[in-house]
């Protein structure tokens, strides 16, 4: 079995999708129609833009997943999926790409999800951290014991990595004990805010309505879902799973362990870089792993 995976956020890099472009022209055709859709040329800043354009909110979100639907599409019959899955922003990009979305409806809710994501961070100061070298249930409990402040498990990464989540001052004391707990590392993150934390609960809200009020189909594979790590199938599970994403942890620990369990042999990564390839080889070093090409 072959599961396709897309990236999220923090994979973007400057030139992303030219190749794309200038190779496969049904791509182009999705790329010249995100700009019109978008009303600005997202295209300029990914191919040609610096860093600093590429790591606004209004661009970040929309341009990965620009590059990753256009890359599903480039490939045409190739892209072949028993199974997909994205990671957070991913999980959109897995949605259009598996035909349960329409490119301009996820295109239209992903550009929604940034900005909406962007003002909850600006409500109020907050952050992330990744833990390396501790156990699920040690983070949760450490997390657990810190009662005046927010800080939750936020990405579950894989075996020994998970991002926590909250205010400043959460996240700082979290590390603080997470270290005392025997942590090797608990690495500050350069992000804007608290992301799928309670802290995102004003975007949660602006973007449910969205999400409910979008068609969603039966898509050609079952999609594994950020907040249960489970197979799913049926529209309204996914529109639901989708609302309550923001303010959840993204379980891709244990989408990746359902994933190999259900057979999946070959994991094929949709989009920039490759940080998910790495996540899956740390889970099981038998897995056959590659990077989306078009011929």
Not at 60 to 83: K, N, R, W, Y
Not at 165 to 182: D, I, R, T, Y
Request: glycine share 8%.
């Amino acid at each position: 079995m072959k599961a396709y995976v897309f990236p999220g956020q923090g994979s973007q890099f400057v030139g992303m999708g030219k190749d794309l472009y200038d190779k496969s022209p049904r791509a182009k055709e999705y790329f010249l129609k995100a700009n019109t859709l978008l009303k600005f040329k997202i295209t300029d800043l990914m191919f040609e833009g610096t860093e600093e354009d590429l790591k606004q909110t209004n661009v970040t979100q929309p341009a990965v997943f620009l590059h990753s639907v256009c890359l599903a599409i480039a490939m045409g019959d190739e892209f072949a999926p028993d199974l997909v899955a994205g990671h957070s922003l991913g999980e959109f990009s897995a949605l259009v790409a598996n035909r349960s979305m329409t490119f301009e409806d996820g295109l239209r809710l992903v550009s929604k999800r940034a900005l909406a994501m962007q003002k909850a961070c600006e409500l109020q100061p907050s952050t992330m951290a990744a833990i390396l070298g501790l156990t699920d249930s040690v983070v949760e409990s450490v997390c657990a014991s810190i009662k005046n402040e927010i800080v939750v498990p936020a990405n579950y990464n894989g075996p020994d990595q998970i991002v926590i989540s909250g205010s400043v001052e959460g996240v700082a004391l979290a590390c603080e004990k997470m270290l005392a707990a025997g942590a090797k590392r608990a690495l500050p993150l350069k992000v804007g805010g608290a992301f799928h934390s309670p802290l995102m609960e004003p975007a949660r809200l602006e973007l449910a309505e969205a999400i409910a009020t979008t068609k969603i189909a039966r898509g050609i594979c079952p999609i594994y879902q950020n907040v249960t790590g489970q197979s799913v199938t049926d529209p309204e599970i996914i529109k639901k799973n989708l609302i309550a994403q923001l303010t959840s942890p993204v379980r891709w620990t244990h989408i990746m362990s359902n994933m190999i369990a259900s057979g999946v042999k070959v994991v094929i990564e949709v989009g920039p870089g490759n940080v998910l390839q790495g996540m899956f080889k740390k889970i099981d070093r038998n897995i056959t792993t590659q990077s989306a090409v078009i011929i």
